[in-house]
DNA sequence: AAATTCTTGATTTACGTACATCAGAATTCG
DNA sequence: CGAATTCTGATGTACGTAAATCAAGAATTT
């Protein structure tokens, strides 16, 4: 049987109160007093039940989503995972609530972070425009006793308490591999796809990509980075043009959102060539030219498993609870046409 | 607030007993009761508050893990998960048992899971061996109303509840593709390694690779399949001879366990030879492999994850829970060199 | 109509923890 | 040393549910 607060008072010498103001770090117990105690609680192994605790308690978890706004597939899921989690609030305790920002701005997103400060959260998870003002919002927070997680794009130097997203240098090199082993030795330009350098994110992929490329495929010519702002309509354009212009491009790794606009490009403008494409999220879209042939590969990341990861991890942070590392580990997932979910 | 037990009474105007008996299951309610009390429920939608039952209860969950024994990593890591599990189990309300029957053998499995019957468990999770025996015995327990959770390999045509596994003909068919699409337009062999066609996932992989390969890359040439049974040392000869005896082979294929023989055979007989090697299972060895180029790629299932999942699916199952499908969908892990965890 | 069984209500205890209150003890201060 | 202060103990209630007991009313059988 696992030990109880009747244990600890037992053991310690104490009354079942004084435990509990031990516990809970309420005044009123001499620091020897609180040391006996303490060391009962280690001595005997007591872990708190934190399934009865939550009930005496009544605790709920009020946590804030903040995201992006942004008319792509990719920020469409992340949406719907968290609306998905919040039909399961009444099970786990929590209580959800979405932010909206507009995506690439670091100041609006600062306003949104700073709004928190004050509220009485259980944890914020954020999508981060990597900006130092970005950080220091974060720093405030956290310093505020709030957790944070960011959320697909980190914020590397704040105090953020967890990151819920992939590797995205890893990502990357996985890209500049794939592509660069299906193109066999073949000689020729790649064309890379971005959303914006002003995330982290993209930075990263774009980071790794290169490296690989350069140490490892050096009859690979990258062309100059393309931003298409993960809109579909301006990545169209981008593509488009790029394909009208030049003969010797033979790959496409596209390393944002806004795919949809790339695949129109594929269609109209890159009719009858071969192209050896790798992009990133699975989408409706995205599954379907993988199925047909258009792209060759998908990286992805799973939102559902994303968000559901941050909302275990902002509640254990809340709670001064350890979380099971390889369970929230976010995959970097790798489409071919053969294993889609 | 969340409706309770005395909003029930209240809506259906009985007494707190009364739906308690009905909540439970238990006798002595007359049916026009019972559903007016079930229509209560329905309409304030009530639901069970688990975390708080389980309290009242005591309940823990009683659970049997069948691993089969084997000296390999696979199966060493897998033991290794479910060890991992059982620490975790006060938190989680679970007391784990491992029982271990010998690899392939069908006879020990009956037996181990007809052992089974009538303790009071609330759920087994076993690797299936495909046989028409274990069938009927999984179908016994799951007839006992114990949930049965195939993990690893499935048993399909049993009623088992639910399946923690990766899908293998996928898994089969991916590893043609980046089998076929590294080695480019190259023209070969290819030899297949497998532990034994007696399990149901070293089936499907196959009959997935052998689909794609036949289908899309007609200029590589499949070799009898090599049955290693999943132990390094028959591995490591089966292996050393095949290529002792060819030098068209230019690719292969592991789709078992057992891989130290496989590479110990590729790092003396393979010596030199350039060979595009695809297999399963990210253990050290493997991971070692990957990394200094012997390997290509490495297909993977995450152990832990299976486990953990298995877990909460026979905890869901024992409640009459729903579960998170996403969740509980066990995906296939594709490593090369730079997405290695 | 009496005896029996079946239903239902009322009430209590329990699970492990949180939190509040009040009285009494120990400690510190003047 | 006594008074003021700080600790500590004892106790009760609550959270939402489970489960048991006993009494009483309703329905059924004889």
């Not at 030990?3 to 004084?18: E, F, H, M, Q």
């Not at 399934?51 to 605790?59: E, M, P, S």
């Not at 500049?176 to 330009?189: I, N, S, T």
């Given at each position: 049987?696992?030990?109880?607060?009747?244990?600890?008072?037992?053991?310690?010498?104490?009354?079942?109160?004084?435990?509990?103001?031990v516990l809970?770090?309420?005044?009123?117990?001499?620091?020897?007093?609180?040391?006996k105690?303490?060391?009962?609680?280690r001595?005997?192994?007591?872990?708190?039940?934190?399934?009865?605790?939550?009930?005496?308690k009544?605790?709920?978890?009020?946590?804030?989503?903040?995201?992006?706004?942004?008319?792509?597939s990719f920020?469409?899921?992340?949406?719907a995972?968290?609306?998905?989690a919040?039909?399961r609030?009444?099970?786990?305790?929590?209580?959800?609530?979405?932010?909206?920002?507009?995506?690439?701005?670091?100041?609006?997103?600062?306003?949104?972070?700073?709004a928190?400060?004050?509220?009485?959260?259980?944890?914020?998870?954020?999508?981060?425009?990597?900006?130092?003002?970005?950080?220091?919002?974060?720093?405030?927070?956290?310093?505020?006793?709030?957790p944070?997680?960011?959320?697909?794009?980190?914020?590397?130097?704040?105090?953020?308490?967890?990151?819920?997203?992939?590797?995205?240098?890893?990502?990357?090199?996985?890209?500049?591999?794939?592509?660069?082993?299906?193109?066999?030795?073949?000689?020729?330009?790649?064309?890379?796809?971005?959303?914006?350098?002003?995330?982290?994110?993209?930075?990263?992929?774009?980071?790794?990509?290169?490296?690989?490329?350069?140490?490892?495929?050096?009859?690979?010519?990258?062309?100059?980075?393309?931003?298409?702002?993960?809109?579909?309509?301006?990545?169209?354009?981008?593509?488009?043009?790029?394909?009208?212009?030049?003969?010797?491009?033979?790959?496409?790794?596209?390393?944002?959102?806004?795919?949809?606009?790339?695949?129109?490009?594929?269609?109209?403008?890159?009719?009858?060539?071969?192209?050896?494409?790798?992009?990133?999220?699975?989408?409706?879209?995205?599954?379907?030219?993988?199925?047909?042939?258009?792209?060759?590969?998908?990286?992805n990341?799973?939102?559902g498993?994303?968000?559901?990861?941050?909302?275990?991890?902002?509640k254990?942070?809340?709670?001064?609870?350890?979380?099971i590392?390889?369970?929230?580990?976010?995959?970097?997932?790798?489409?071919?046409?053969?294993?889609?979910?």
């Amino acid at each position: 049987m696992r030990p109880t607060v009747y244990d600890i008072a037992a053991a310690a010498g104490v009354s079942l109160a004084t435990v509990d103001r031990v516990l809970n770090r309420r005044p009123g117990v001499r620091l020897v007093t609180r040391e006996k105690v303490e060391a009962a609680i280690r001595d005997i192994g007591y872990v708190r039940d934190v399934a009865a605790a939550n009930l005496a308690k009544g605790r709920i978890y009020p946590l804030v989503f903040i995201l992006p706004t942004g008319d792509n597939s990719f920020m469409h899921g992340l949406y719907a995972e968290v609306r998905q989690a919040m039909t399961r609030s009444t099970f786990d305790r929590t209580e959800i609530r979405i932010v909206e920002v507009p995506a690439f701005d670091a100041p609006a997103l600062v306003a949104a972070l700073d709004a928190l400060q004050g509220l009485d959260l259980a944890g914020v998870a954020l999508v981060a425009t990597d900006a130092p003002e970005v950080r220091a919002a974060v720093d405030r927070l956290v310093t505020a006793g709030i957790p944070v997680v960011t959320l697909v794009s980190d914020l590397t130097g704040s105090t953020r308490h967890h990151y819920a997203g992939v590797d995205n240098i890893g990502a990357g090199r996985t890209a500049a591999r794939l592509l660069g082993r299906f193109l066999g030795g073949c000689k020729g330009d790649i064309t890379i796809l971005a959303g914006s350098m002003l995330v982290r994110d993209h930075r990263e992929r774009l980071e790794g990509f290169s490296s690989v490329m350069a140490a490892e495929f050096p009859q690979l010519r990258l062309l100059p980075v393309l931003e298409g702002r993960d809109d579909p309509e301006i990545a169209n354009g981008l593509i488009s043009e790029a394909l009208s212009g030049s003969n010797s491009i033979i790959g496409i790794y596209s390393l944002g959102a806004g795919n949809r606009g790339l695949l129109k490009a594929l269609k109209e403008t890159g009719q009858g060539r071969e192209l050896t494409v790798v992009v990133h999220e699975l989408t409706e879209h995205t599954r379907a030219a993988l199925q047909d042939g258009t792209i060759d590969a998908v990286l992805n990341q799973d939102a559902g498993h994303e968000v559901r990861s941050a909302i275990r991890v902002m509640k254990a942070t809340a709670d001064g609870q350890e979380v099971i590392a390889g369970q929230e580990r976010i995959r970097l997932d790798i489409f071919l046409k053969d294993n889609l979910p």
